[in-house]
T-cell receptor, first 113, second 112 residues
Framework: ETGVTQSPTHLIKTRGQQVTLRCSSQSGHNTVSWYQQALGQGPQFIFQYYREEENGRGNFPPRFSGLQFPNYSSELNVNALELDDSALYLC????????????FGAGTRLSVL | QKEVEQDPGPLSVPEGAIVSLNCTYSNSAFQYFMWYRQYSRKGPELLMYTYSSGNKEDGRFTAQVDKSSKYISLFIRDSQPSDSATYLCAMSAGDSWGKLQFGAGTQVVVTP
């Protein structure tokens, strides 16, 4: 076990709705990264948070946003859901920003109907 | 063209055989190379981590990096049915934020 937990495990939403996914990082890790993994694909980097600030962003629109809290927990928010947002969303925690060794949670599977 | 290419498989091998996996990449800035294992409905689990070119061995696993050819490999010796999973290669340029670039993953099936 990596010590990274995500909730919920599975979520079903309809197009246009908003969703919040949650992640609890490994204790002592001040950096969290979020990835989107479509079926049959590798994870795609969404963004990273370091000490509660966005530290880098992949090629995702602004309707993907995040928050990181002092207690090692974080959120991924997606507004105006689209069908293509259906995927496994993974969070990964690491000791420091820029750290390549990242520990992944089991993910939240989001289905958009 | 994707930055990281990986054959999706499936790759089917008999128990005890050597599993050979590889990835090619196009970005010469990549310096850190990782292999993750992902079981169905689970998150990726880090198996191997290497920096720059060379070989690294850990138990039944050997990772190789050839930066001149932009090619990395993972070998699994004495494969077991429990090794059946999707194997993802990942790479990073090692800049100020640890963005990992993943391949699409290779599905491996080890048959008893």
């Amino acid at each position: 076990e990596t010590g990274v937990t995500q909730s919920p495990t599975h979520l079903i939403k309809t197009r246009g709705q908003q969703v919040t996914l949650r992640c609890s990082s490994q204790s002592g890790h001040n950096t969290v990264s979020w990835y989107q993994q479509a079926l049959g694909q590798g994870p795609q980097f969404i963004f990273q948070y370091y000490r509660e600030e966005e530290n880098g962003r992949g090629n995702f629109p602004p309707r993907f946003s995040g928050l990181q809290f002092p207690n090692y927990s974080s959120e991924l928010n997606v507004n105006a859901l689209e069908l293509d947002d259906s995927a496994l969303y993974l969070c990964a925690s690491s000791l420091e920003a820029g750290a390549n060794i990242q520990y992944f949670g089991a993910g939240t599977r989001l289905s958009v109907l | 063209q994707k930055e990281v290419e990986q054959d999706p498989g499936p790759l089917s091998v008999p128990e005890g055989a050597i599993v050979s996996l590889n990835c090619t990449y196009s970005n010469s800035a990549f310096q850190y190379f990782m292999w993750y294992r992902q079981y169905s409905r689970k998150g990726p689990e880090l198996l191997m981590y290497t920096y720059s070119s060379g070989n690294k061995e850990d138990g039944r696993f050997t990772a190789q990096v050839d930066k001149s050819s932009k090619y990395i490999s993972l070998f699994i010796r004495d494969s077991q049915p429990s090794d059946s999973a999707t194997y993802l290669c990942a790479m990073s340029a090692g800049d100020s934020w640890g963005k990992l670039q993943f391949g699409a993953g290779t599905q491996v099936v080890v048959t008893p």
